[in-house]
């Protein structure tokens, strides 16, 4: 049972009536005799929340920063409800409009939109919602919840896609040069064409050539069907909050645009995110369905505030790819991590594959650095200094170990790992 304000009006109308007219308990009583009735009379007359028939349909996913819209579907077999409706979500849902005015004849049903803006990756769950009756007079009324299940996963935003069509234009630039620009170890022949000034006379068929009239010349594509594979450091280095997102987002939207990419090349890719344990893992996906099974693997990703085990995910690694691979791993460039838990135990992975490592650098320290307008920024500068010293040392030491190192910051490790990727790709290094 709820009560409205009407009940205390109606409370503030019998006090006049105590004063002037019945000035004693006995006038109290009275007041409080007839308030009582007037609540239960309400609370009789009004519709039962509880016989509402409730369903849901609608949005159960949507892009992290974009509008779900779910409906809510209110059945009433019962007497005729009047009052207010609350869709209660998780604050993280972003939930634009919670309450809705209930006015339902017997018999009728009625559609109520619920907008959704989530703020955060993951899944999103209804928890309940509830009914609030008020009985013809406007003083008291009934209430009750219903659990109606509903799920919308937030995705990752992929914000980086506006550097895939550029990337693309690259790699179908790549994929159509003779071999004058991309010829080099490990390409595959494609083709032959006639000869046209500006070619490279090195490519000259001349076996082609004697068999026609005219200059044949040999054309290369850059190899398919290698294997890409994708490794996200999920532990701590990943929870640091670099610009307005944890590191981890940052390394999301770098593997995402790697995915799309690798893809449309014609390669292999896959997905380990893990740290002291294995988080996600997406492989042997056809590669229409790469990136809708990324997106659903990374929403529901945490950082865990544990100590990567990069021990396990190189013996991951290496017991997952066959034959000779592109690893990506994005994970963090922190020397002390990097030298004591990296370095020596990644050597079995060279020796077997192509290995980047992709750190998302964070842009404060280069605003550090150049602040110097009194003695506490100058404290501050040189720390930052030392810092950026100790992760060119470090870059340093991990490319002479024969890793190539992507340091960007986060709105440039995206579109830099990428390129990289066709980088190698037109060297024939995959």
């Not at 920063?65 to 207010?84: C, F, I």
């Not at 109606?148 to 895939?164: D, E």
């Not at 010349?217 to 996200?232: G, H």
Request: charged residues 25%; proline residues 5%.
């Amino acid at each position: 049972m709820v009560v409205t304000g009407r009940a205390a009006i109606v409370a503030l109308v019998g006090v006049p009536f105590v004063a002037f007219v019945m000035p004693s308990w006995g006038g109290v009583g009275v007041v409080l005799a007839l308030l009582l009735l007037l609540v239960l009379v309400d609370v009789l007359l009004a519709g039962s929340p509880r016989k509402l028939q409730l369903s849901r349909e609608g949005d159960t996913s949507v892009r992290l920063g974009h509008q779900a819209t779910v409906t809510l579907l209110v059945g009433n077999p019962g007497r005729s409800v009047r009052g207010v409706l609350r869709d209660a979500w998780p604050p993280s849902a972003g939930v634009l409009d919670s309450r809705h005015k209930l006015d339902l004849g017997s018999g009728e049903r009625r559609r109520l939109t619920v907008r959704l803006v989530p703020t955060r990756r993951g899944d999103r769950e209804a928890t309940r919602v509830t009914v609030r009756a008020i009985g013809p007079l406007g003083i008291a009324g009934r209430q009750g919840s219903h659990r109606v299940p509903w799920t919308v996963r937030a995705l990752p935003p992929f914000n980086s896609r506006k550097h895939l069509p550029s990337r693309l234009a690259r790699l179908r630039e790549l994929d159509g040069r003779t071999a004058l620009l991309v010829r080099g170890q490990g390409t595959e022949f494609d083709s032959l064409r006639d000869y046209v000034p500006g070619d490279d006379v090195r490519s000259i068929d001349w076996r082609a050539t004697a068999r026609r009239s005219g200059v044949v010349i040999r054309t290369w594509r850059p190899e398919r069907d290698r294997q890409v594979a994708i490794v996200i450091d999920s532990g701590r280095l990943s929870a640091a909050r670099v610009g307005d997102a944890p590191r981890l987002d940052h390394a999301m939207d770098a593997a995402l645009l790697l995915a799309a990419l690798a893809t449309r090349a014609g390669d292999r890719v896959s997905l380990l995110v893990c740290d002291s344990a294995v988080r996600a893992d997406v492989r042997r996906a056809a590669p229409e369905d790469v990136l809708p099974s990324f997106v659903n693997a990374l929403a529901t990703v945490d950082a865990e505030l544990v100590q990567t085990d990069f021990r396990a995910v190189v013996s991951n690694v290496l017991g997952r790819l066959r034959q000779r691979s592109l690893v990506v791993l994005l994970t963090g460039l922190e020397p002390a991590v990097v030298e004591e838990a990296l370095l020596p135990v990644i050597s079995p992975l060279l020796k077997r594959h192509l290995v980047v490592l992709a750190s998302v650098a964070d842009p404060r320290l280069a605003e550090l650095e150049a602040s110097t307008a009194d003695i506490i920024e100058v404290y501050g500068a040189a720390s930052a200094a030392r810092t950026r010293l100790d992760r060119e040392r470090v870059t340093a030491v991990l490319a002479r170990a024969g890793v190539t190192v992507v340091d960007e910051d986060p709105e440039k490790i995206a579109p830099a790992l990428a390129d990289t990727y066709l980088a190698l790709k037109k060297a024939g290094r995959l």
